[in-house]
């Protein structure tokens, strides 16, 4: 298995040998940079597209991430590395994530995506979240005080502020949400989830953000397009 916290080449190599030995079709689902991940195997491993009849991606940082950009200023600032790598994975992941990186890239494979996606059905969920910066009011019980979601939650926070300030970017506390749709897929956006909520069953109100339900409902909205 990969971890987010390798390269994304290093990890797209990963997922070229393990879907070259699958035998049957994939639907894949992922989320945050495991999508940077799965895009240049599909750019980089043409062969193994035919292996792959939908795509669902959550929380994409297509297009980088402000937080990323952060790199060349917490290099300075030991203290404040870890709660960001926490977000974002290595130095070498959080380098891929770059906002400039990130265009130049997609820039340049814009015809190869194109064609993919001319063949491949692909939705895109993106979200964002009204929060404020600082801590948990209230801390839900899987969120134990030291733990690295806890840090990583009061982090979104304090990151999402400084998004929506400084850039004037709605973002889920991790990726803006314009970050999160890639060009020719279908798009879904949500306006009350954070990048931890989309794919953790934090909430005990699920008329606020249901997990399992936004899993189900974009899986059918998949499947519908692959009748």
Same mark, same amino acid.
């Given at each position: 298995?990969?971890?987010?916290?390798?390269?994304?080449?290093?990890?797209?190599?990963?997922?070229?040998?393990?879907?070259?030995?699958?035998?049957?079709?994939?639907?894949?689902?992922?989320?945050?940079?495991?999508?940077?991940?799965?895009?240049?195997?599909?750019?980089?491993?043409?062969?193994?597209?035919?292996?792959?009849?939908?795509? !669902?991606s959550i929380q994409a940082p297509f297009y980088?991430?402000?937080?990323?950009?952060?790199?060349?200023?917490? +290099?300075?600032?030991?203290?404040?590395?870890?709660? #960001?790598?926490?977000?974002?994975?290595?130095?070498?992941?959080?380098?891929?994530?770059?906002?400039?990186?990130?265009?130049?890239?997609?820039?340049?494979?814009?015809?190869?995506?194109?064609?993919?996606?001319?063949?491949?059905?692909? !939705?895109?969920?993106? +979200?964002?979240?009204?929060?404020?910066?600082?801590?948990?009011?209230?801390?839900?019980?899987?969120?134990?005080?030291?733990? +690295?979601?806890?840090?990583?939650?009061?982090?979104?926070?304090?990151?999402?502020?400084?998004?929506?300030?400084?850039?004037?970017?709605?973002?889920?506390?991790?990726?803006?949400?314009?970050?999160?749709?890639?060009?020719?897929?279908?798009?879904? !956006?949500?306006?009350?989830?954070?990048?931890?909520?989309? #794919?953790?069953?934090?909430?005990?109100?699920?008329?606020?953000?249901?997990?399992?339900?936004?899993?189900?409902?974009?899986?059918?909205?998949?499947?519908?397009?692959?009748?």
């Amino acid at each position: 298995p990969s971890s987010s916290q390798e390269s994304v080449s290093h990890n797209a190599d990963d997922l070229a040998e393990y879907i070259r030995k699958q035998q049957m079709p994939l639907v894949i689902i992922g989320h945050s940079k495991g999508n940077l991940d799965f895009l240049d195997m599909l750019i980089r491993y043409p062969e193994l597209r035919v292996k792959i009849t939908g795509w !669902i991606s959550i929380q994409a940082p297509f297009y980088g991430t402000p937080i990323a950009d952060f790199e060349e200023e917490v +290099s300075y600032k030991r203290p404040l590395l870890k709660p #960001i790598l926490m977000l974002t994975g290595s130095r070498q992941s959080l380098h891929d994530m770059k906002t400039n990186n990130r265009f130049s890239y997609m820039d340049s494979h814009r015809q190869t995506i194109s064609t993919i996606l001319e063949n491949l059905p692909m !939705i895109s969920f993106g +979200s964002f979240k009204l929060i404020k910066a600082g801590k948990l009011k209230k801390q839900p019980r899987h969120l134990t005080r030291g733990s +690295s979601a806890y840090t990583g939650t009061n982090m979104m926070k304090s990151h999402h502020d400084r998004m929506l300030n400084l850039h004037g970017l709605k973002n889920d506390g991790a990726v803006p949400i314009g970050s999160t749709v890639l060009p020719g897929s279908e798009y879904v !956006i949500y306006e009350n989830a954070d990048h931890l909520e989309a #794919i953790a069953d934090f909430q005990k109100d699920k008329t606020k953000f249901d997990t399992l339900a936004n899993f189900k409902s974009l899986l059918r909205m998949l499947l519908a397009r692959l009748k």
